[in-house]
Structures are given as C-alpha cells and as structure tokens.
T-cell receptor, first 110, second 112 residues
Framework: EDQVTQSPEALRLQEGESSSLNCSYT??????LFWYRQDPGKGPEFLFT???AGEEKEKERLKATLTKKESFLHITAPKPEDSATYLC???????????FGKGITLSVRP | DVKVTQSSRYLVKRTGEKVFLECVQD?????MFWYRQDPGLGLRLIYF???????EKGDIPEGYSVSREKKERFSLILESASTNQTSMYLC???????????FGEGSRLTVL
C-alpha cells in the first residue's frame, strides 16, 4: 500500500525566512510525485510533478526536489501570499489513483 | 483551461436524507475521482471511475455510491446521510494518470 507522510504538520515563517517542507513516501514503482497548494475553502491547485530521483522543478519562490524516498518543497524568501496548505501525493504501479499526505499548513507573517 | 464544476458549494441536509453531489468536467478526461477532506485526516479517496459506467472503490467507500452515465459527469450519492459524513467533498479529473490532477472547488456538506 502506498504511503505518504508530510512534515511538519504546520510551519510558521517570517517573511523572507527560507525553509523546506518534507514529503516521505513508500510506493511500488513510482509513476509520479505531485505537489499541490490549497487555499482555505478551495480545491487543491497543481504545482509540480516529479517523475524520477534527482529531478528538480521550480516556480517563482518554490523549488521541488525528489529522491528515492522523499521530496522537498523549498520555499525561498517567502511572502505572506505563500500562506496555504501544501499537499504531496504519489502515484505508483498500475494504480490509476493518487495517495495524498495530510498536508503542511504554512503561515508566513509579514 | 480544464474546468471541473461541482454543482453545489454548500449543502445542509438532515440525517437520513438522500444526497446527490454532481461533478462535471469539460476536458474529455477518462479518470474521475471523489475525495473527502477532513481536518487532520487529509484527502481520502471514496470512489473513482476510469470510464463510463465503470467504477472502483477507493479507501473509504462505505455509505457512498457513484454513478457515471456520461464521460463528463460523475455523481456521488449518499443513500442515507449521517452526521459523520459532514465533510468537504472534492471531485477531480485525471487524463492519462501520469500528469496533473484537476480539482473542483469543493462541496461542503453539513449533515444535521
């Protein structure tokens, strides 16, 4: 059974204080690891897909990296508008479905 | 842009009522999903469908059923709503299973 664990559960940062969010996973035959952002009361919004260890992707202040056991979402010089819940998910084997972690709630203070 | 539309953003129902949550997508995606999201539990898969009239149980199918009569529409049915089904329900679509999952805005259901 695929499993995804995200840590920490919540993170509070000062504006400009860089940090990383962790996603540890176990999956049989990784097809893809996904990062989503979710604002309160809304559906998750896609950020990145990573397919193999060593792969990295960037978007504005966010950078996602992948190893064989975990993924990191690095946030450089965050702003208050980066405050949201960040979800990690994996797809593996022959499954046509994603398994999600519980999410990390990020708060960035001005 | 892909659009996933959920019929109701907010619903309040009474225990024992039959509840229909509808989801429509406009991108001809084969795979459609229903999740529920609860604080501290994250997103949990209820049912999914990879083709018209096809359905598969997810991780928490008990108390739910689904219907997919047309490719663009996937309905979640609560035959007899209970208070523990109070939750945020999210519909999503997926094209080939190796790319982006597109979510609707969610339906917040309260069962009294």
């Amino acid at each position: 059974e695929d499993q995804v664990t995200q840590s920490p559960e919540a993170l509070r940062l000062q504006e400009g204080e860089s940090s990383s969010l962790n996603c540890s996973y176990t999956v049989s035959g990784l097809r893809g690891l996904f990062w989503y952002r979710q604002d309160p009361g809304k559906g998750p919004e896609f950020l990145f897909t990573l397919y193999s260890a060593g792969e990295e992707k960037e978007k504005e202040r966010l950078k996602a990296t992948l190893t064989k056991k975990e993924s990191f979402l690095h946030i450089t010089a965050p702003k208050p508008e980066d405050s949201a819940t960040y979800l990690c998910a994996v797809s593996g084997g022959a499954n046509s479905k994603l398994t999600f972690g519980k999410g990390i709630t990020l708060s960035v203070r001005p | 842009d892909v659009k996933v539309t959920q019929s109701s953003r907010y619903l309040v129902k009474r225990t024992g009522e039959k509840v229909f949550l509808e989801c429509v997508q406009d991108m001809d995606h084969e795979n459609m999903f229903w999740y529920r999201q609860d604080p501290g539990l994250g997103l949990r898969l209820i049912y999914f469908s990879y083709d018209v009239k096809m359905k598969e149980k997810g991780d928490i199918p008990e108390g739910y059923s689904v219907s997919r009569e047309k490719k663009e529409r996937f309905s979640l049915i609560l035959e007899s709503a209970s208070t523990n089904q109070t939750s945020m329900y999210l519909c999503a679509t997926w094209d080939r299973g190796d790319g982006e999952l597109f979510f609707g805005e969610g339906s917040r259901l309260t069962v009294l």
